[in-house]
């Protein structure tokens, strides 16, 4: 696991390399600190990002020595003492450096890599997933051999190798400083104590499946399973197997063991029907069958099945249209929503979109390897002014974008997408797509200390294209 952390060191700069080289190596690596070695390659220092913006605004020569501004003082781990160390002493080797990195090296001071906090993060977060799936793979395995086999085996073994999943989100993961979020919450968790039909209503992209994990979390069911049919993904013709089984040769290319439909699956547990308005017809009647007997059969089945599961559904839908037009029963409306929870459009509720965003950066750093530390206060009151069509959802990515274009330091106008910032109103009485250009502009020319030539090649423009724009921009 160790030496998976290590990011290998093909190339290290010397104290005699000029702020050019650096700049070139930092570009082609995106190393935020590079090694700095001897002509056998021991380590002498490091060479930081830090230390090359601090050369670019002190006007130094392109062409100048990196040597004064090696830090000698680097944190270093030699390589065979990583086997010996815990991930909560890596990550303190690495949180007492001051560029947040530790260089590797073997025991006549080489050279052989770096070591990260986010790789070390990544891994601890991997070794996590991997030790759960091996408890849960080691628990389905002494639960299958205490269950007596005979009729049906077969089918228990599907239903075991099926997507049957545990309730991953509670109500901290739902996010909120909004009054009217959190008397919705507090209605939830009181409708989750009961046994009854809870129907989720609002936007695409608004957090309905995060509330239907959390209902079941908080409801007498927690220890059953989560079960979930996305009616609008499934083919209509394959809803019905999916949502009841079938027998052995039920249909042309069918299982010759048989199916468990979800439904049966869901038994003792919740069945979260996503995209309810989305179901045909012919199935609302079965459900609705289902929800007044709790007995259904499989495609092709003569026997009954019992079903003692809890139906919680989401729709973005406008039902009621959809009733009047006889696309949708009215008895399993009323059915299914013995509870309703409408979640609010983000844009009802901007309050949350700064908490939201800062949550996204720190919860994506280690996934994207990114050391991304906020967004630029401009860039903020865009996001305000934002109509988000597509919600939390929406604003993920583009947050998720926005760091993978910043890298590091805060997210600013270039890193946005250009659908949003063409919607966006003016700022400061400037065109945000102008502001953005120039920040990004202005970004390539810090990377290439001030050579045009050089950042029009990293921008992928043309030089005579870009000092147009420079122009254009009074650059």
Avoid at 102 to 111: A, L
Avoid at 139 to 165: I, T
Avoid at 246 to 272: I, S, V
Wanted: net charge positive; hydrophobic share 40%; charged share 30%.
């Amino acid at each position: 696991m160790v030496p998976d952390m290590i990011q290998p060191i093909h190339t290290y700069l010397r104290p005699t390399d000029t702020l050019e080289d650096a700049a070139r190596v930092m570009l082609e690596t995106r190393f935020d600190v590079l090694p700095v070695g001897d002509e056998h390659g021991r380590l002498v220092g490091v060479f930081s990002r830090t230390s090359l913006y601090r050369m670019i605004l002190e006007k130094v020569p392109s062409h100048s020595s990196i040597a004064r501004y090696v830090k000698a003082e680097a944190v270093t781990t030699q390589l065979e003492r990583l086997d010996q160390l815990t991930f909560e002493e890596l990550e303190r080797v690495i949180q007492n450096s001051q560029v947040g990195s530790s260089i590797i090296i073997d025991s006549e001071r080489r050279i052989i890599g770096v070591l990260t906090k986010s790789r070390v993060v990544n891994a601890l977060v991997e070794s996590k997933n991997d030790l759960r799936e091996q408890l849960e793979a080691i628990l389905q395995s002494a639960k299958r051999e205490a269950e007596p086999r005979g009729e049906g085996s077969l089918l228990a073994d599907k239903a075991a190798a099926a997507q049957v999943h545990q309730a991953t989100y509670h109500w901290e993961h739902i996010l909120t400083r909004d009054k009217g979020m959190k008397q919705l919450i507090v209605a939830a968790q009181k409708a989750a104590r009961r046994d009854t039909t809870i129907l989720l209503r609002g936007e695409s992209g608004t957090g309905k499946e995060l509330f239907a994990h959390a209902l079941h979390h908080t409801s007498k069911r927690a220890k059953g399973p989560f079960v979930t049919i996305n009616c609008a993904s499934v083919p209509e013709h394959l809803l019905e197997a999916e949502f009841f089984g079938y027998e052995t040769g039920a249909f042309t290319g069918a299982d010759r063991a048989g199916r468990m439909g979800k439904l049966e699956l869901a038994h003792g547990g919740t069945l979260f029907l996503d995209e309810i308005g989305d179901m045909a017809l012919h199935l609302q009647a079965k459900l609705l069958r289902v929800i007044e007997g709790k007995e259904f059969y499989r495609v092709g089945g003569t026997k009954p099945i019992r079903a003692d599961v809890r139906i919680i559904s989401a729709t973005n839908a406008p039902l009621e249209e959809m009733i009047s037009q006889k696309t949708f029963r009215e008895e399993l409306y009323y059915r299914l929503q013995v509870v309703t929870l409408s979640i609010p459009p983000l844009r009802a509720r901007a309050g949350d979109i700064l908490l939201l965003a800062n949550a996204f950066i720190k919860q994506l750093n280690p996934i994207l390897e990114t050391a991304v530390t906020g967004i630029e206060e401009s860039v903020q009151k865009v996001l305000y002014q934002y109509e988000w069509p597509g919600n939390i959802r929406q604003l993920r990515n583009v947050i998720e974008r926005g760091m993978i274009m910043a890298e590091m330091g805060k997210i600013s106008f270039a890193d946005l997408p250009d659908d949003l910032l063409g919607k966006a109103r003016d700022i400061h009485g400037k065109k945000v797509l102008q502001v953005a250009e120039k920040t990004e502009l202005e970004r390539a020319l810090r990377e290439t200390d001030g050579n045009k030539a050089k950042a029009a090649r990293l921008l992928g423009i043309s030089r005579s294209a870009f000092y147009e724009k420079l122009k254009k921009l009074k650059l």
